[in-house]
C-alpha cells in the first residue's frame, strides 16, 4: 500500500509516516493542499502510483474541502484528518467523497484499519492517466472533470497529436456513462459512400454493397459514450441526419422501418474551426451548437512548459528496457522545440530516441538529429528560398526555428501576425529577430 499524506504540520507527517513505514506501509507526504491535486486527480505520484489519500481539513491556502472539490473526479480514495473537525465539516467531506473522516490526535494503529477499509472503496477507474504538471494542463482537466459530472454534449477542440481520444476517455472514465462503452468513430477515416451506414447502422441490401446488416457506432454506444472524431469532415446530408438522431434520442439504420433509441452521451473532436466552417456553410449551424454545448479547448504541448520534460521522461522509460536519462542539453532542445505534432510527436521522438541511443544517455546532439528526421517538422525546415536541408546535413533547432521564422517573415511581412503563428509573443519574436540580425520592417 503507497499512502498521500498530505498535511501541513511538519512533526505529524514525520511521526505518521515512521509509524506507517514500521508497519510495512509506503508514505509520500506533502505539505499543502495545491500539490495533492494532480495526484488524486492521476492516482500517480513523483514515485509511483498512489492507493489512498488521507487528507487533512485545514490547511493554509488550499485546504482539504477545497481539494475536494477539485478533485471530484479523483483515482484514489480520501481519508480526510483534522483536529479542528466540526459535523457541518465531516457532512460536506463525504457529500464530497470522502471515504472515511478522522480525529487528531490519531496514530497508525487506528489510521492503519481506516485506509485498508478506504482501499475497498471502489473510486471511477481512469483507463488512461493524462500526464501533465503544467498550469494551463491542470486548469483543463479540471474542466473536463467538472464537465464529467454533466451529461451534456462536449467538443474537445485541439491540434493533431494533442491528445483529444485520451481527453475524451477521461471523460467517459469519469462519467456516469462509464459502466457502457467508449465507441470511438472517426469520421475522417470512413469513405463518404460508407459512412451513413458506419454511423446509423444498415440493413442488408440498403446500398449497393451491402451484403450484410450491420449495427452503426451509434447503437453499439448503447448507454456508454459516443466518440465522433474529426467530426467536421462530416458531409452535410450526414451532418442532417445526425442533428435529428441527436435531437430526438432516436436513431434509425439505413434500410429500416423503425427507430432505436439512442442513449449513448456524445462527445465530439476537430482540429479545424467549425464555427468558421459554419460560416463558410460546410457546416450546419444547429448541429455545431448541439455539440459545442460544452468547448474545451486541448493546450497544445507547446503551451504546456516543463510537462514536455515529464512527459519525454515518462516515454522514454517506457520505450526501453535500458535505464535511459535526458541530459541538460536534451532537455533543452526539447523545452525550445515547437512541437507541431504535439504529444504524438514527442511520443515517436522518445522511441526512435531510445533505440537509436548509443549510450544511456539521450542528448541535445541525438534530439537534434532526431527532429530533423520527424515527419511534423517539415514545415519548419524549408529556407526562405524553398530548399530544404540536405540529406545527413546536421541543423540545430535554433537554425531550424529561425529558418521557419525567416520564411513566413519573406511571406507575410507581417511581424505580429508571424508571432502568432509560431505561438510567441510579438516582443519576445522582435528580441530573436534582432539576435538574428534581421530587420523589423512592414505591417505590424
Not at 171 to 188: E, I, T
Not at 423 to 431: A, E, K, P, V
Request: net charge negative; charged share 30%; glycine share 8%.
Amino acid at each position: 500500500m503507497r499512502v498521500l499524506l498530505v498535511d501541513d504540520d511538519p512533526g505529524l507527517r514525520l511521526a505518521l509516516s515512521k509509524a506507517l513505514v514500521r508497519k510495512g506501509v509506503d508514505v509520500v507526504d506533502l505539505s499543502n493542499g495545491e500539490a495533492a491535486l494532480e495526484p488524486l486527480r492521476t492516482g500517480t505520484s513523483t514515485v509511483g502510483p498512489v492507493d489512498v489519500c488521507v487528507l487533512d481539513l485545514r490547511m493554509p491556502g488550499m485546504g482539504g474541502l477545497e481539494v475536494l472539490r477539485r478533485t471530484q473526479a479523483r483515482r484514489v480514495p480520501v481519508l480526510v484528518l483534522t483536529g479542528h473537525g466540526t459535523v457541518p465539516d465531516a457532512v460536506e467531506a463525504m457529500r464530497l467523497g470522502a471515504v472515511n473522516f478522522m480525529q487528531k490526535p490519531v496514530d497508525a494503529d487506528e489510521l492503519l484499519p481506516a485506509l485498508q477499509q478506504a482501499l475497498r472503496e471502489e473510486p471511477p477507474a481512469i483507463a488512461t492517466a493524462i500526464l501533465g504538471a503544467s498550469a494551463p494542463m491542470l486548469s483543463f482537466l479540471e474542466r473536463v472533470d467538472r464537465a464529467a459530472l454533466a451529461d451534456e454534449p462536449v467538443l474537445f477542440v485541439g491540434e493533431t497529436g494533442s491528445g483529444k481520444e485520451l481527453c475524451a476517455r477521461r471523460l467517459h472514465d469519469l462519467s456516469a456513462h462509464r459502466k457502457g462503452p467508449f465507441v470511438a468513430f472517426n469520421a475522417a477515416s470512413v469513405p463518404d459512400e460508407w459512412l451513413e451506414g458506419e454511423l446509423f447502422g444498415q440493413r442488408r441490401g440498403a446500398i449497393a454493397g451491402a451484403s450484410e446488416t450491420r449495427e452503426g457506432m451509434m447503437s453499439r454506444a448503447g448507454e456508454g459514450s459516443l466518440f465522433l472524431d474529426d467530426v467536421g469532415e462530416l458531409g452535410l446530408d450526414v451532418q442532417a441526419k445526425l442533428l435529428r438522431a441527436l435531437e430526438e434520442r432516436r436513431v434509425r439504420p439505413l434500410g429500416a422501418d423503425a427507430d432505436k433509441p439512442f442513449r449513448a452521451r456524445v462527445i465530439a473532436a476537430t482540429q479545424g474551426d467549425l464555427k468558421a466552417a459554419v460560416d463558410a456553410g460546410r457546416f450546419r449551424a444547429d448541429l455545431y451548437y448541439l455539440l459545442a454545448a460544452i468547448t474545451l479547448p486541448v493546450p497544445p504541448l507547446r503551451e504546456r512548459g516543463d510537462d514536455v520534460i515529464l512527459l519525454a521522461r515518462a516515454y522514454l522509460g517506457r520505450s526501453s528496457d535500458r535505464p535511459l536519462v535526458l541530459t541538460p542539453d536534451g532537455e533543452e532542445r526539447l523545452r525550445r522545440y515547437r512541437f507541431p505534432g504535439n504529444v504524438r510527436e514527442l511520443v515517436n521522438l522518445m522511441k526512435r530516441a531510445a533505440l537509436f541511443s548509443e549510450s544511456l544517455e539521450v542528448d541535445g546532439a541525438l534530439i537534434d538529429e532526431l527532429v530533423q528526421q520527424s515527419p511534423f517538422v517539415d514545415v519548419a525546415r524549408g529556407q526562405v528560398e524553398g530548399e530544404a536541408p540536405r540529406a545527413g546535413e546536421r541543423v540545430t533547432l535554433e537554425e531550424l526555428e529561425k529558418t521557419h521564422i525567416k520564411r513566413l517573415l519573406s511571406e507575410l511581412n507581417n511581424v505580429s501576425e508571424v508571432a502568432r503563428i509560431v505561438g510567441i509573443d510579438r516582443r519576445t519574436l522582435q528580441r530573436k529577430m534582432s539576435a538574428w540580425g534581421l530587420r523589423d520592417q512592414g505591417p505590424q
